[in-house]
């Protein structure tokens, strides 16, 4: 199968800035989409930011023009920069990658542990 570990998060002031990592690992056949989502207690997770094999990449609004993401497909490595932190911003962040494991050569969703973000005021 396919494993995804994150890493990258802690706590930062407002206006600072982190950079997420994630990388996959296992029996990769192919990756194709990758992205990051968040999610805080109580409330639905949310997509942050896609990125496709491609490069082609998208974010929801709120984060427009603060984060990036990127990908290092030699690498199987997602990236998300993160500036101008907002207190909102706070939230566990989990990686998302739709990859064909060599055993199944399936598509299939898969899902990092997550790694908690935390912007003080």
């Known amino acids: 199968q396919v494993q995804l570990v994150e890493s990258g998060g802690g706590l930062v002031q407002a206006g600072g800035s982190l950079r997420l990592s994630c990388a996959a690992s296992?029996?990769?056949?192919?990756?194709?989409?990758m992205g990051w989502y968040r999610q805080v207690p109580g409330k639905q997770r949310e997509m942050v930011a896609g990125?496709?094999?491609?490069?082609?990449?998208n974010y929801v609004d709120s984060v427009k023009g603060r984060f990036t993401i990127s990908r290092d497909n030699a690498k199987n490595t997602v990236y998300l920069q993160m500036n101008s932190l907002k207190p909102e911003d706070t939230a566990t962040y989990y990686c998302?990658?739709?990859?064909?494991?060599?055993?199944?050569?399936?598509?299939?969703?898969?899902w990092g542990q997550g790694t908690q973000v935390t912007v003080s005021s």
């Open positions: 990125i496709t094999s491609g490069g082609s990449t």
């Open positions: 998302n990658a739709e990859a064909i494991a060599t055993s199944t050569l399936r598509n299939r969703n898969y």
């Open positions: 296992g029996h990769i056949f192919r990756i194709n989409d």
